[in-house]
């Protein structure tokens, strides 16, 4: 009996410094999630403004007026047949829940084998090599909150398989930001760019310097980095919010196991008062 108590008491501390850990985690996350929310805050009247005005200038009737620029133009806006240049976004590290499970599913059903991917993210890059996928770039993801800065080397590949006409298409496969309880994996075509069907014009007319294919060639760079940025801050909350979730559900089962465990120990430690008691008035009698 002697020995169980032991084990009991080492089994309810394990279970406490687990709940400590995972509690500890959670928090971490909750604390990244803010500033998270921070950074979209400030970002989306930017990401906005430059997705009005490309589909403002999408929705002109006088866009392919220049046969030179209507070229121009068409490289980022004509629907094309070809390979797609894929972006996966996916955490560094585990301990997100189903969050990399579900992103692969996703990915499976939309690439095709010859498509070029580009993987952000340890657990991503160690998924696409399980799987022979055409790799040709890796990127960490990282623990802090991605920079602007750090997306450009990304971006380039882009600018050197789309722009040369390599690839078709230009994807972006990553987890969406719902809420604190709800993350959705997501395939994000950003080029080439879809006009917005939905998009009314306002009453007031512009008048475009030099004109709007240029405006539109100058932009549409802009739109990329914007479009990318913005995934990349939705895998990351995303991230962060399945992990808190994921570390709160095992503080919350490691504190019951350590209640249950406790209760147990509490029962048979009172077992072991009460049979020396009675060994010790038997004892009594027996004299």
Same mark, same amino acid.
């Given at each position: 009996m002697a020995q169980n108590l032991q084990q009991l008491k080492k089994r309810i501390k394990t279970s406490n410094s687990i709940a400590q850990i995972a509690k500890a985690m959670e928090a971490i996350s909750a604390s990244k999630i803010r500033k998270v929310q921070d950074s979209v805050e400030k970002h989306n009247p930017y990401a906005k403004k430059i997705k009005y005005m490309v589909q403002r200038i999408l929705a002109d009737e006088d866009l392919y007026d220049d046969k030179d620029l209507h070229d121009d133009v068409e490289k980022f806006a004509k629907e094309k047949s070809g390979k797609c240049l894929v972006y996966i976004i996916s955490p560094d590290k585990g301990l997100a829940g189903g969050l990399v499970v579900n992103l692969f599913k996703k990915v499976s059903s939309y690439l095709k084998s010859d498509d070029y991917v580009v993987v952000i993210g340890k657990k991503a890059a160690s998924e696409a090599a399980k799987y022979g996928y055409n790799v040709v770039a890796s990127f960490s993801m990282g623990t802090d909150f991605p920079k602007y800065d750090d997306l450009y080397p990304m971006i380039?590949? %882009?600018?050197?398989?789309?722009?040369?006409?390599? %690839?078709?298409? =230009?994807? =972006? =496969?990553? %987890?969406?930001f719902k809420n604190m309880f709800l993350q959705e994996s997501t395939i994000e075509e950003i080029f080439p760019v879809k006009p917005d069907k939905n998009f009314k014009k306002t009453g007031m007319d512009y008048i475009f310097e030099p004109n709007s294919q240029q405006i539109l060639k100058g932009l549409l760079p802009f739109y990329f980095e914007v479009e990318f940025y913005s995934a990349f801050m939705n895998a990351y909350a995303s991230e962060q919010a399945a992990r808190m979730i994921a570390m709160k559900n095992a503080k919350d089962s490691a504190n019951d196991i350590s209640a249950s465990l406790t209760n147990i120990y509490n029962k048979s430690r009172q077992e072991k008062i009460t049979s020396e008691i009675l060994d010790l008035a038997n004892g009594q009698q027996g004299i």
């Open positions: 380039d590949i %882009t600018k050197k398989l789309y722009l040369s006409g390599e %690839t078709a298409r =230009v994807s =972006v =496969v990553y %987890t969406e």
